[in-house]
């Protein structure tokens, strides 16, 4: 119609209270059809997207175990191949063995840079040997700048996922950690993470710490402290605390001096296969000589 000289479009009809207002002319029942055929399809995508998706992880697994048995052949290139097909449908198992044959060069030309990327990709999918895979790479720079800091934080990670074979490797980075940070002068984080390994029980620890106790590194001096924490080592056979007791017996630092006992200790670190106890025990025998000999 025409209103005030401007051409206006004639509003459109009121639907009937049945209408349902989108333009296809149906009411309230073909709004409930158009509902339930979203609703089939809808439920028919789901299905076929969970059919495909127990088909590829059922396909992952027969790959996987054909690998093994191709590996138990000695044939690693078959058995790498499969392996990459299980991974890249996403097997973290596959992705880690597959990772494995890439860092060590087996059935595949050696990549250890991609090897750390599938590492990642089983971490991701919280697979703790894939976190001690990427700590093992982070201490010893296998397709990663080397990290101590990073190999500490994944074996921390593995061992709290239950891999008891992190403990040890934990400690031993701790060590080579503090060794690195007396290295730059910063000898006391470098004495707390001492302290934390020996306080868990790694005898290293525990003869590093002892040292510095005896030493002032990093901490107050406390010699009678040290002579305790040589003990725990000793203990546990370390050679480095066995020695260091018969240093603490030989010159009196933190014990009573007693040459007979410094001679003992300095026998079973000579035992231990420790070289420069031999020098030590002629030393400590020359000592009681003279002191015989001054009676």
């Known amino acids: 119609m025409e209103q005030n000289g401007n051409n206006v479009e004639t509003a459109p009809q009121e639907q009937s209270a049945g209408g349902c ?37 059922n396909r992952a697994d027969k790959l996987l175990q054909d690998a093994y048995a191709l590996y138990e052949k000695q044939d690693f290139a078959g058995a790498a191949d499969l392996l990459r097909q299980s991974a890249e449908l996403g097997n973290p198992w596959a992705q880690i063995y597959y990772g494995g044959s890439l860092k060590q060069g087996s059935g595949v030309a050696a990549d250890p840079v991609t090897a750390v990327e599938w590492y990642r990709k089983a971490a991701a999918q919280n697979v703790p040997v894939a976190y001690y895979e990427l700590a093992v790479c982070y ?110 017996y030989e010159n009196g630092e933190g014990v009573d001096r007693n040459l007979d006992t410094a001679l003992e200790w300095y026998r079973k670190a000579k035992d231990a296969g420790l070289e420069d106890a031999q020098s030590a025990i002629i030393r400590v025998e020359k000592l009681k000589a003279l002191k015989e000999a001054e009676k």
């Open 139 to 248: 201490e010893y720079g296998q397709g990663v700048t080397p990290n101590l800091d990073e190999a500490i934080a994944w074996y921390q990670k593995a061992l709290d996922g239950g891999i008891g074979e992190a403990q040890v490797a934990l400690w031993r980075v701790s060590v080579a950690r503090a060794n690195d940070l007396f290295a730059h002068q910063r000898y006391r984080e470098a004495v707390e993470i001492l302290k934390k390994a020996a306080e868990e029980g790694y005898a290293e620890a525990q003869a590093c710490y002892a040292a510095c106790l005896m030493n002032a590194s990093g901490v107050n001096p406390d010699p009678f402290a040290a002579v305790e924490w040589y003990r725990k080592a000793a203990a546990q056979q370390n050679p480095t605390a066995i020695y260091s007791l018969g240093v603490c």
């Open 21 to 57: 207002g989108c333009g296809c002319g149906g009411g309230k029942g073909s709004n409930k059809i158009v509902i339930a055929i979203w609703v089939v399809l809808l439920l028919g995508f789901a299905c076929v997207l969970a059919y495909t998706r127990s088909n590829g992880q």
